[in-house]
T-cell receptor
Framework: DAKTTQPPSMDCAEGRAANLPCNHSTISGNEYVYWYRQIHSQGPQYIIHGLKNNETNEMASLIITEDRKSSTLILPHATLRDTAVYYC?????????????FGKGTKLSVKP | NAGVTQTPKFQVLKTGQSMTLQCAQD?????MYWYRQDPGMGLRLIYYSASEGTTDKGEVPNGYNVSRLNKREFSLRLESAAPSQTSVYFC??????????????FGPGTRLTVT
């Protein structure tokens, strides 16, 4: 699985968009980008994933560059409840028996 | 629909004691996982079970055993606890999110301290 690089921490003002970057320069053609987050002391939570097209769901948007070497998770209107550690994970499609490999992630602090 | 449940939520053990962490899911998922998370670190896979009746080692299996009791339940046992096993333990199960990918659902965690 390709390795990812994320900034250790970021701040965002409440109500503004939070843009979390992830570099994955060694990503292979069959590897997807997954984002999970972990709110303090809770289990991780799935956010979104994508292969090469931009993706959007009720939680966030995922923008993947054309060369697929980096991506950005966008929380359009961050709230205090979005304060969490965000993990960018690159791997082949997560099958029914595939485990996730978590790095240290980005600690996002949303401030009033 | 409770999702993934874990018991106990907290536990303190003395070195050498044994205990079993329990995990259950009610989503009819085939695969289940045990991860541990040390302070300031990401999660690391201990063991997983791709389906009922099968178990496999993950990244850090030493000092642990698992049992897939049935499709719903996956337990993690520490036979002789060591201070290095002080950690937060998360159980997860995986289910289909779309036609080609699966999402992992995590339990609330068990906070274990070994003195």
């Amino acid at each position: 699985d390709a390795k990812t690089t994320q900034p250790p921490s970021m701040d965002c003002a409440e109500g503004r968009a939070a843009n979390l970057p992830c570099n994955h320069s060694t990503i292979s053609g069959n590897e997807y980008v997954y984002w999970y987050r972990q709110i303090h002391s809770q289990g991780p939570q799935y956010i979104i994933h994508g292969l090469k097209n931009n993706e959007t769901n009720e939680m966030a948007s995922l923008i993947i560059t054309e060369d697929r070497k980096s991506s950005t998770l966008i929380l359009p209107h961050a709230t205090l409840r979005d304060t969490a550690v965000y993990y960018c994970i690159v791997r082949v499609a997560l099958g029914s028996q595939g485990n996730l490999i978590f790095g240290k992630g980005t600690k996002l602090s949303v401030k009033p | 629909n409770a999702g993934v449940t874990q018991t106990p939520k907290f536990q303190v053990l003395k070195t050498g004691q044994s205990m079993t962490l329990q995990c259950a899911q009610d989503m009819n998922h085939n695969s289940m996982y045990w991860y541990r998370q040390d302070p300031g670190m990401g999660l690391r896979l201990i063991y997983y079970s791709a389906s009922e009746g099968t178990t496999d080692k993950g990244e850090v299996p030493n000092g642990y055993n698992v049992s897939r009791l049935n499709k719903r339940e996956f337990s993690l046992r520490l036979e002789s606890a060591a201070p290095s096993q002080t950690s937060v333990y998360f159980c997860a199960s995986s289910g289909r999110r779309d036609s080609w990918s699966y999402e992992q659902y995590f339990g609330p965690g068990t906070r274990l301290t070994v003195t």
